[in-house]
Each structure stands twice: as structure tokens, then as C-alpha cells.
């Protein structure tokens, strides 16, 4: 099956801090890669739609100053959470849309800790 | 808009059977199958398109009624390993290539 790499996997960090989460298809090319955030026992909420090479599409609600995002190559999204607060602490999964196989393989996830 | 999942939560023995539920108030293109386990990132199933199909593997397997805007989850034989939330993730418009996920379904399956 299909790869899908973030990194890291865990981050501890102070509050207003900058935290940036990598996102990597290993094995195949994605013109589209999401972003998601999960909070415990809850469905995955759609931050973002990053495409290769251009402005990322900020689902409602999203502070898209806030949750960068940045697709700079066909493999590889990046998501950076600015001036990080306590409440920003959850789960972060991203997504890479295989296009031979019309579907999204998940990453690891991050689970991001704001002190 | 979200679809909606039932049940919201099930407990079997080994070894019987479960069925999951989907259901869109809109049209749908696709519909996608993951399994998450605790802790874990969301993992991939199957997929089934537009068309009215059915597919899946031996003892899980999935249908897409096109007309009644849902689709099920099969399955049969339960082992442990199937535990976990498993979620349907609905893509409206063909090309539109973002998901929506319903709420969930939490699977236990028990000795």
C-alpha cells in the first residue's frame, strides 16, 4: 500500500511558540495532500487542502494565519502552527491523495503538546 | 455536510458478525472505508465508486447504493485485530478530491 510519512510523531513545545510538521508521500506523487485535526474520541476535522505549487484552501472557521501551509513539491507538505497556545494541543494527521488510485493514505499523525 | 454513521458504537464476540452504515444527504461520487486503532493514524480500506458496487476482501467487504446515498460496511467472522473506530469518508463531486468524515463507529470485539 501506499506511504506516508510525518514527522514528528510527538512535540512538546511552549506556549507561543512556532511548531512546523512535515508531511512526505514516500512511493507515489500527490498533487493534493490535507490536513486534519482530531480531538480525542471525535471525528477527523478537515483543516486544509494544500496543492503543489499553489495557496493551500482553508476550510471554514481555520485561521489560515495562523495554520500555514506550504506544498512545495509533489511529495512534500508542511504545516506550521504560529504562536502555538495551549488550546492548539491535539492530534495533527495529514493526508496524501493517491491520483491511479483516487484515494487518501493517512500519515502517523503528530500529537502536538502546547505547555 | 457531514454523513451520518450507525451505530455509533458496537461490542461483538470473536468470531461473529457486524454490519456499518453510512448515509449522505447528498449525492455522493465515492465513499471510502478507514480503520483507526487507538492512538493511530487512520487506515486505508477500500473505496467504492459511483456505480452501485460492491468489492472487498474475504471477510470485509463494503456496498455503495447509489440511490439511497449510502453505503455498508461487512464483517463477517470477526477477529480481534478488527477492533478499532472506523470511519466513512464521502467525496461529493467527482474531482473534488476532499473528504468528508462521518462521526465514527467504535468496534470492539471481545474473546
Known amino acids: 500500500g501506499a506511504v506516508v510519512s510525518q514527522h514528528p510523531s510527538w512535540v512538546i513545545c511552549k506556549s507561543g511558540t512556532s511548531v512546523k510538521i512535515e508531511c512526505r508521500s514516500l512511493?507515489?506523487?500527490?498533487?493534493?495532500m490535507f490536513w486534519y485535526r482530531q480531538f480525542p474520541k471525535q471525528s477527523l476535522m478537515l483543516m486544509a487542502t494544500?496543492?503543489?505549487?499553489?495557496?493551500?484552501?482553508?476550510e471554514q472557521g481555520v485561521e489560515k494565519d495562523k495554520f500555514l501551509i506550504n506544498h512545495a513539491s509533489l511529495t512534500l507538505s508542511t504545516l506550521t502552527v504560529t504562536s502555538a497556545h495551549p488550546e492548539d494541543s491535539s492530534f495533527y494527521i495529514c493526508s496524501a491523495r493517491d491520483p491511479a488510485r483516487e484515494t487518501q493514505y493517512f500519515g502517523p499523525g503528530t500529537r502536538l503538546l502546547v505547555l | 455536510q457531514q454523513p451520518v454513521q450507525s451505530p455509533q458504537a458496537v461490542i461483538l464476540r470473536e468470531g461473529e458478525d457486524a454490519v456499518i452504515n453510512c448515509s449522505s444527504s447528498k449525492a455522493l461520487y465515492s465513499v471510502h472505508w478507514y480503520r483507526q486503532k487507538h492512538g493511530e493514524a487512520p487506515v486505508f480500506l477500500m473505496i467504492?465508486?459511483?456505480?452501485?458496487e460492491q468489492k472487498g476482501h474475504e471477510k470485509i467487504s463494503a456496498s455503495f447504493n447509489e440511490k439511497k446515498q449510502q453505503s455498508s460496511l461487512y464483517l463477517t467472522a470477526s477477529q480481534l485485530s478488527y477492533s478499532g473506530t472506523y470511519f466513512c469518508g464521502t467525496e461529493i463531486i467527482q474531482g473534488a478530491q476532499k473528504l468528508v468524515f462521518g462521526q465514527g463507529t467504535r468496534l470492539t470485539i471481545n474473546p
Open positions: 494544500s496543492n503543489e505549487g499553489s495557496k493551500a484552501t482553508y
Open positions: 512511493d507515489f506523487q500527490a498533487t493534493t
Open positions: 467504492l465508486l459511483k456505480g452501485g
